[in-house]
């Protein structure tokens, strides 16, 4: 084999090798459950008067502000509340404003004295 030959073939493994590292994480934040589920759609309002601490729930609304960070506001027609979300569970390339509505699946993040309550959010989705 020539020298250009093998120059070649390792530059196309070497594309080939970067274009699966590339698409391996890309292929893995498409993939997502959306079967049927035991966690609770409920409201805002639901949530927020019933929620235990650790508690599982999906809401479907809109996310109404970012607050700094990984903290945002969601409302629905029942009312408002805090969450928090990682980048990470946004879905790619799908951009997302107050008018967007979405679904949000998280775990209630609520301290003993009930000042605090935010969820913390698993899932993110436009919604059906």
Request: no cysteine; proline share 5%; glycine share 8%.
């Given at each position: ?45 639901q ?7 650790d ?8 996310i109404?502000?970012?607050?700094g960070?990984e ?6 027609d ?15 390339g799908?951009k ?22 935010e969820?913390d ?6 919604a059906?």
């Amino acid at each position: 084999m020539t020298h250009n030959k093998t120059k070649t073939l390792k530059k196309t493994a070497l594309a080939l090798g970067a274009a699966l590292a590339l698409a391996l994480p890309l292929s893995a934040a498409w993939a997502q459950y959306v079967g049927p589920s035991t966690v609770p759609a409920m409201n805002v309002k639901q949530l927020l008067d019933t929620g235990k601490d650790d508690q599982h729930a999906t809401l479907r609304g809109f996310i109404v502000s970012h607050d700094g960070g990984e903290h945002y506001t969601f409302a629905d027609d029942t009312g408002r509340m805090k969450i928090e979300i990682d980048a990470k569970h946004f879905p790619p390339g799908v951009k997302i404003d107050d008018k967007v509505r979405v679904e949000i699946t998280g775990e209630l993040d609520k301290d003993r004295f009930g000042k605090k309550i935010e969820l913390d959010v698993k899932r993110l989705s436009l919604a059906p």
